[in-house]
């Protein structure tokens, strides 16, 4: 059974370009979450999706940061015209229910690096 | 706001003797906490979590205290080992569908 996938483990863009990272929750999950760290810091919440619905974006920056959970395939975190300031790993979790009632599972996440 | 942090950012432990990580929180009304692990390059890995009705819980090697009077969480291990090495977050569960709210961390390093 496996865990939470993301790819790419690492991802290097230059300024201006766009990064799409991609988490495949595990079988039977429907609840996907993204989290930011930032070096020596803590996981920030970004989005919570449940199949093809954003339940809270609250965390996600307004511009340039969106995400998808879609009916087939994995969730999707996209950030366009990417800068320095968006290198970080970013992490995926998934749970069958929302997190409030079970545990969330984490994937190694993807380190983005912008040069 | 409110926010969960860390007092120590850094925790050296010999081998074999115990450590001790703690936390602060500031939101009253949270009522459910977890501990992870994350080890270099992977992600945060669920330790052992506790009620806000409890005051301790143990699982194996590992002890969470939660002191509501003063909003302190810890973490004991027992016997820490090499294999203990990492950076420990505590986390609250908010909002209605338990959004996880991280502290910023504590590196343990296990020296021989």
């Known amino acids: 059974n496996a865990g939470v996938m993301q790819n790419p483990r690492h991802l290097v863009r230059r300024r201006g370009q766009e990064a799409r990272l991609r988490c495949s929750p595990v079988?039977?999950?429907?609840?996907v979450y993204w989290y930011r760290q930032l070096p020596e810091e803590g996981l920030k919440f970004m989005v919570y999706?449940?199949?093809?619905?954003?339940?809270?974006e609250s965390g996600m920056p307004k511009e340039r940061f969106s995400a998808e959970f879609p009916k087939e395939g994995p969730s999707i975190l996209r950030i366009q015209q990417v800068v320095r300031g968006d290198s970080a790993a970013y992490f995926c979790?998934?749970?069958?229910?929302?997190?409030?009632?079970?545990?969330?599972?984490f994937g190694q996440g993807t380190r983005l690096t912008v040069v | 706001g409110e926010s969960v942090g860390l007092h120590l950012p850094t925790l050296s432990v010999q081998e074999g003797d115990n450590s001790i990580i703690n936390c602060a929180y500031s939101?009253?009304?949270?009522?459910?906490f977890i501990w992870y692990k994350q080890e270099s390059g992977k992600g945060p890995q669920f330790i052992i979590d506790?009620?806000?009705?409890?005051d301790k819980r143990q699982g194996q090697r590992v002890t969470v205290l939660l002191n509501k009077t003063v909003k302190h969480l810890s973490l004991q291990i027992a016997a820490t080992q090499p294999g203990d090495s990492a950076v420990y977050f505590c986390?609250?569960?908010?909002?209605?569908?338990?959004?996880?709210?991280f502290g910023a961390g504590t590196q343990v390093v296990v020296t021989p």
């Open positions: 979790a998934s749970s069958p229910a929302r997190t409030s009632d079970t545990e969330a599972f």
């Open positions: 999706l449940q199949k093809e619905n954003i339940i809270d």
């Open positions: 939101n009253s009304a949270s009522d459910y």
């Open positions: 079988k039977g999950h429907s609840h």
């Open positions: 506790i009620r806000s009705n409890m």
């Open positions: 986390a609250e569960k908010s909002d209605s569908w338990g959004k996880l709210q």
